[in-house]
């Protein structure tokens, strides 16, 4: 009996293992880029899986359609949003709206499934970015969690996926355009040199980019937007992170290697 159960905790396992790959976690501050979820995040997700399977409840004793890891969940937000004031937004001079994920006032703002927007709410604030840019500078980070929250997107200390940011986007009429997805992260000249035409192009029709890279080896997704990538390279973006305490906007590649790149979404109003 206990051969079986081990066989079809495993067989779950692998079913479920391809949505750990395109979630991006923000670093936690103030360190150098580490991964805020944990090494050995897929062990651990197997352990509470048997855990389920015998009896023992799972992540948060939570039965298994709804544990976060496997099958995320809303969970309400307990903090009051209006314990969070909006902030006037004025637009840089290139006409673009910044939030900083840290160091601004939606820090501490609570994700639909735990941890803060400061701890991994580099999605949603990359997302505010865009949408206040684009489309209504009302928009702010708080609510674009709400948004998540709203349509059942995991949101969390894990961070968020990069599907649930392109629906959100195409939901407010904007046109966006797959460039790659890869689960081999790319240098940026790697990048260029196998899709650097096809960039170029759309970024001489007005695009910007959606992005999600790792920070460091065997992980530390990020999210941010970039807003051009030059001759030489040069990668610059709006980062809601690493960019928050530098002037805008910020070149991802004094970071190189890093960061080596996952996906690309094309941008545009």
């Not at 392109?166 to 009429?173: A, E, G, K, R």
């Amino acid at each position: 009996m206990k051969q079986k159960i081990i066989l079809f905790a495993l067989i779950l396992f692998f079913l479920f293992s391809p949505l750990l790959k395109n979630q991006a976690q923000t670093i936690t501050p103030p360190s150098q880029p580490t991964p805020t979820s944990n090494p050995n995040n897929s062990l651990n997700i197997l352990v509470d899986l048997l855990k389920i399977i015998l009896g023992a409840g799972g992540e948060n004793n939570l039965p298994l359609n709804q544990n976060n890891a496997l099958n995320p969940s809303t969970i309400p937000i307990s903090i009051n949003p209006s314990s969070f004031p909006d902030i006037q937004v004025t637009p840089d001079v290139n006409g673009l709206v910044y939030y900083p994920q840290c160091n601004g006032p939606y820090d501490n703002y609570p994700l639909p499934q735990g941890g803060t927007l400061c701890q991994a709410g580099c999605g949603p604030t990359t997302v505010a970015m865009i949408l206040a840019s684009f489309v209504d500078n009302n928009i702010n980070p708080k609510t674009i969690v709400e948004k998540y929250q709203a349509n059942g997107y995991y949101l969390g200390p894990d961070g968020s996926y990069y599907s649930h940011a392109q629906n959100l986007l195409q939901s407010y009429n904007l046109k966006i355009a797959l460039i790659f997805a890869d689960n081999q992260p790319k240098t940026i000249d790697q990048v260029v040199n196998q899709f650097g035409s096809i960039i170029k192009n759309y970024q001489k029709s007005g695009w910007t980019f959606f992005a999600l890279a790792n920070f460091c080896d065997g992980g530390c997704g990020h999210f941010f937007w970039i807003i051009e990538i030059d001759e030489n390279l040069n990668t610059w973006a709006y980062d809601p992170y690493y960019g928050r305490l530098l002037p805008r906007p910020y070149n991802e590649k004094s970071r190189y290697p890093f960061p080596k790149y996952r996906v690309i979404l094309g941008v545009k109003k």
